[in-house]
Nanobody, 124 residues
Framework: QVQLVESGGGLVQAGGSLRLSCAAS????????MGWFRQAPGKEREFVAAISWTGGSTNYAESVKGRFTISRGNAKNTAYLQMNSLKPEDTAVYYC?????????????????WGQGTQVTVSS
């Protein structure tokens, strides 16, 4: 079992930055790929970024490429999402997720564990 707890969300002006953290319990964190997803009101949950269990491979949604960076610190059992140049359309609840398969898929269905989410609001 893996439990995930997100933090770091908040209210920021357009053009600003936030860093989300995802703290994981369990000794096998470093065998899981980690992903970040987001869900805006009235919309489906969408893929944001993913990182392989080694940290050597990352994937990003086109809408965040060049602005967001996913990373992980296996010694700290934590995954991060650095978000720069934020836009109002980035407003959503952000979720981290763990994929036991280790691939870091784009699909929410590939992930085995989810956090409760953290709200990110970007004002114009």
């Amino acid at each position: 079992q893996v439990q995930l707890v997100e933090s770091g969300g908040g209210l920021v002006q357009a053009g600003g930055s936030l860093r989300l953290s995802c703290a994981a319990s369990g000794r096998t964190f470093n065998t899981y790929a980690m992903g970040w997803f987001r869900q805006a009101p009235g919309k489906e949950r969408e893929f944001v970024a993913a990182i392989s269990w080694t940290g050597g491979s990352t994937n990003y949604a086109e809408s965040v490429k060049g602005r967001f960076t996913i990373s992980r610190g296996n010694a700290k059992n934590t995954a991060y999402l650095q978000m720069n140049s934020l836009k109002p359309e980035d407003t959503a609840v952000y979720y981290c997720a763990a994929d036991a398969g280790g691939s870091g898929s784009y699909s929410p269905g590939a992930y085995d564990y989810w956090g409760q989410g953290t709200q990110v609001t970007v004002s114009s």
